[in-house]
T-cell receptor
Framework: DTGVSQNPRHKITKRGQNVTFRCDPI?????LYWYRQTLGQGPEFLTY????????KSRLLSDRFSAERPKGSFSTLEIQRTEQGDSAMYLC????????????FGSGTQLSVL | AQKITQTQPGMFVQEKEAVTLDCTYD???????LFWYKQPSSGEMIFLIY??????QNATEGRYSLNFQKARKSANLVISASQLGDSAMYFC???????????FGTGTSLTVIP
């Protein structure tokens, strides 16, 4: 169990550029979540995968955001045409179906849009 | 609608004393799970404790216990014998069995004073 891994840890980009983040969940976990967290707030749900299927996406999520989880393993989150309001910590978490289904989080990717 | 409320933005506790962090929740789903997470300044969310809505007894994990009062819809976290390393943000979260996402509160910042 190597934990949830996220890359990069930090990303600085200019407004209007596209960015992509990667998440590698714990290997036996079939559920994967993306959350966004801004300073002083709790994590805000973005999207959820069960295996390779994206089962839920926040209604608050702009069309500029897209996520994939090919083959039900790692996941990527892409933000197109970034805006300053996208600056936040992007957290990935995974869980195993059954039991308490607690989330295991990665260290996050801190995005700064200049 | 599902909602988690944490009304204490910041708390202070003397080292070795006990502290209670408040959490109330709102859901119409009869089956749900309640979680507490710790987020140190490094940013990673660390799972602390879980309580299922049908669990008869309050959950305990080492120095952490969850004071679950179902009728009041509260799930307060009790940390006994506080240590300096307990200084962090603490988030209460809920997952209902009819949905896939976890709902987080705004967090409580705990500072342990030597």
């Amino acid at each position: 169990d190597t934990g949830v891994s996220q890359n990069p840890r930090h990303k600085i980009t200019k407004r209007g550029q596209n960015v992509t983040f990667r998440c590698d969940p714990i290997s036996e976990h079939n559920r994967l979540y993306w959350y966004r967290q801004t300073l002083g707030q709790g994590p805000e749900f973005l999207t959820y995968f069960q295996n390779e299927a994206q089962l839920e996406k926040s209604r608050l999520l702009s069309d500029r955001f897209s996520a994939e989880r090919p083959k039900g393993s790692f996941s990527t989150l892409e933000i197109q045409r970034t805006e300053q309001g996208d600056s936040a910590m992007y957290l990935c978490a995974s869980s195993r179906r059954g039991g308490d289904e607690k989330l295991f989080f990665g260290s996050g990717t801190q995005l700064s849009v200049l | 609608a599902q909602k988690i409320t944490q009304t204490q933005p910041g708390m202070f506790v003397q080292e070795k004393e006990a502290v209670t962090l408040d959490c109330t929740y709102d859901t119409s789903d009869p089956s749900y799970g309640l979680f507490w997470y710790k987020q140190p300044s490094s940013g990673e969310m660390i799972f602390l404790i879980y309580q299922g809505s049908y669990d008869q007894q309050n959950a305990t994990e080492g120095r952490y216990s969850l004071n679950f009062q179902k009728a009041r819809k509260s799930a307060n976290l009790v940390i006994s014998a506080s240590q300096l390393g307990d200084s962090a943000m603490y988030f209460c979260a809920m997952r209902t069995n009819t949905g896939n996402q976890f709902y987080f509160g705004t967090g409580t910042s705990l500072t342990v004073i030597p």
